[in-house]
């Protein structure tokens, strides 16, 4: 969850050649598709402002999965 600031999904390909896929900005959620998922990432991120971001961990997923389920439909509601 970004808080606070500004981060650049970007994407590197063979070549070295940089591809910008998308800007994030407070309020938005990235890489919950990888907690659900448990995938390997497809892109980069990098903060392109002083940035402040709330991290939960597929361990912290998990346990509110098993802990409080009805919590963690709120969660899943507000990143649909």
């Known amino acids: 969850?970004?808080?606070?600031?500004?981060?650049?999904?970007?994407?590197t390909l063979p070549n070295g050649r940089i591809i910008i896929l998308r800007e994030f900005g407070p309020g938005n959620i990235i890489g919950d598709m990888g907690v659900y998922a448990e995938i390997q990432?497809?892109?980069?991120?990098?903060?392109i402002e002083d940035s402040v971001l709330l991290k939960?961990?597929?361990e912290q997923f998990r346990k509110l999965e098993s802990e409080?389920?009805?919590l963690l439909l709120l969660l899943q509601?507000?990143?649909v």
Do not use: C, D, M
């Open 1 to 11: 969850y970004i808080e606070q600031g500004s981060l650049l999904i970007y994407r």
């Open 77 to 79: 509601r507000y990143i």
């Open 41 to 47: 990432r497809t892109a980069s991120v990098k903060a």
């Open 56 to 58: 939960l961990s597929r």
């Open 68 to 70: 409080e389920p009805e």
